[in-house]
């Protein structure tokens, strides 16, 4: 063989490795239900960019809306099969009035479908989804007390400072975890509190 046609076969094979490895970068896929102005969570998705994870490259997103009252998200089923037809990696759970009223059954989802659940409040943790952070809701209303302390003598709503959370908790449950196969490493449930068993 000649050199130059060796360099041209050589040439034409190198790239193959290239085209191997990009062809194997994971796809996550993410189920996401949420309810009301979708604009809010632009900021969860932009926060995903941060980390590498970009919708349409390595980033599939199964999401399901409701819009107006309760009743236009009744029939929650309907997303939950679209969700399950398209096996997502994760279940991301935004909460509100809706999906609060629909709790056993999204975690029950979850459940059924071996899905990992995450959460913003540790109730639904408790209700049996595989994790939450979030705030601390009672450390919240405690500090709510200030507030109807010095309205109640007086003070103008408008002149009282403006507070953000300062406690989070992040719950586990250990049962629901073992019901899907997922095992959390001992650092992890060493900062969780709660850890349900």
């Known amino acids: 063989m000649r050199r130059r046609e060796f360099i041209a076969l050589i040439g034409g094979v190198t790239?193959?490795?290239l085209v191997a490895r990009a062809q194997s970068v994971k796809i996550w896929r993410m189920g996401f239900i949420a309810h009301g102005n979708e604009i809010f969570y632009g900021a969860l998705f932009e926060g995903l960019r941060d980390?590498?994870?970009?919708?349409?490259q390595n980033l599939i997103v199964e999401r399901r809306f409701a819009r107006g009252n309760a009743a236009l998200f009744k029939d929650f089923a309907a997303a939950f099969a679209t969700i399950a037809q398209e096996r997502p990696d994760a279940l991301l759970v935004l909460q509100d009035a809706v999906t609060m009223q629909q709790r056993g059954d999204i975690t029950d989802f979850a459940m059924h479908e071996r899905l990992p659940s995450m959460f913003q409040e540790k109730g639904w943790a408790q209700a049996g989804g595989l994790m939450s952070y979030g705030e601390d809701l009672a450390a919240m209303y405690r500090r709510a007390a200030f507030y109807v302390d010095r309205i109640f003598k007086g003070a103008n709503p408008a002149d009282l400072p403006v507070e953000q959370a300062t406690k989070f908790e992040l719950a586990i449950n250990l049962k629901t975890a073992k019901a899907i196969g997922l095992t959390f490493p001992d650092r992890i449930l060493a900062v969780a509190d709660p850890v349900i068993e």
């Open 15 to 17: 790239p193959w490795p």
């Open 51 to 56: 980390y590498g994870y970009v919708e349409g």
